[in-house]
């Protein structure tokens, strides 16, 4: 009913930069709040940036200054923009996005993931 699509990553060197996009189709009344997650090799998935309404954000602390998250509401996608990359980075990056449908029905969806991958 409701899919997430990614596109955007790749192998990118340290310092570089790429912009991750997740849009959203199906049977959407609203998108609520919407977020990034990364999960790296042996680490937990963790957030990497989130927002609510798109002007109120947040963000993990080692993104700070060089991530930003934004949305397109007519377009129902969300994007990462991801700058000064490091290695630290890598990881399978998730889009994630809390749904309300026109049924009423209102859950929280992942993306496929899509692998970012940050070397020289």
């Known amino acids: 009913q409701v899919q997430l699509v990614e596109s955007g990553g790749g192998l990118v060197q340290p310092g570089g930069s790429l912009r991750l996009s997740c849009a959203a189709s199906g049977s959407i009344f609203s998108i609520d709040a919407v977020g990034w997650y990364r999960q790296a090799p042996g680490k937990e998935r963790e957030l990497v940036a989130g927002?609510?309404?798109?002007?109120?954000?947040n963000y993990a602390d080692d993104v700070k200054g060089r991530f930003t998250i934004s949305r397109d509401n007519a377009k129902n996608t969300v994007y990462l923009q991801m700058n000064s990359l490091k290695p630290e980075d890598t990881a399978v990056y998730y889009c994630n996005a809390d749904i309300l449908g026109y049924s009423g029905v209102h859950f929280s969806y992942w993306g496929q993931g899509t692998l970012v991958t940050v070397s020289s």
């Open positions: 927002t609510t309404s798109g002007v109120t954000t």
